[in-house]
C-alpha cells in the first residue's frame, strides 16, 4: 500500500533499552560492534547513550545542536539508557529479554555484519534457522547478527 501524503515524511527513528552498567554497555556495541557513540545526553537521574553506525560524516566537529538534529533526522538510531545507581544495585532488574518466556514480548534487535566471528548464543549450524545467529550483550539482551548480502 503506497504511504499517504501524511505519512510520507515518517521514518524509524530509534530503539531504546534500559541497561544496568552504561560503561560495560557502551563498550560492548562500540567495540565489539564499531557502533559511533553519537551523544550522551545526562538526564540528572537518568543518561541517554544515542549510538548509530557511522555514514561517512565527521560528526566531531559539528556543535551539539547540529548533532541533535542529525540524530533525529537519521534512522537505525539505537538508544540505551543507564538509571543512575543500577550498576551497584544488585535487586535491579533493567527488562525482560523477551527470550526467557518465548512468545511474549520484546525478542531482539538485529544487525547486518560480514563477518559472524562473534560471541555467539545461537550459531547458525543450531535451531531451524541455519542463516542466522545470535550474540548477548551485557545486559542478555539477544542481537540477532545476520549476514551481510543474506537472501531469505
Known amino acids: 500500500m503506497p504511504r499517504t501524503a501524511e505519512t510520507a515524511s515518517f521514518q524509524f527513528n530509534h530503539t531504546m533499552v534500559r541497561v544496568r552498567d552504561a560503561e560495560s ?37 559539528i556543535s551539539e545542536e547540529g548533532k541533535s538534529q ?34 511474549k514480548g520484546f ?10 566471528g562473534v560471541k555467539i548464543k545461537k550459531r547458525l549450524q543450531d535451531g531451524k534457522m541455519k542463516h542466522i545467529a545470535f550474540i548477548m550483550d551485557p545486559d542478555g539482551y539477544w542481537i540477532e547478527v545476520v549476514a551481510n548480502g543474506l537472501k531469505q
Open 107 to 116: 525478542g531482539h534487535i538485529a544487525f547486518t555484519v560480514d563477518d559472524l
Open 25 to 61: 554497555s557502551v563498550k560492548f556495541y562500540t567495540e565489539g560492534l564499531d557502533v559511533l557513540l553519537f551523544a550522551e545526553k545526562n538526564m540528572g537521574n537518568f543518561t541517554l547513550y544515542f549510538l548509530a553506525f557511522d555514514q561517512g560524516q565527521n560528526y566531531k566537529d
Open 70 to 103: 542529525a540524530l533525529f533526522a537519521r534512522e537505525g538510531v539505537f538508544e540505551l539508557t543507564h538509571s543512575h545507581g543500577t550498576e551497584t544495585d544488585v535487586s535491579f532488574a533493567s527488562h525482560s529479554s523477551g527470550n526467557s518466556d518465548p512468545g
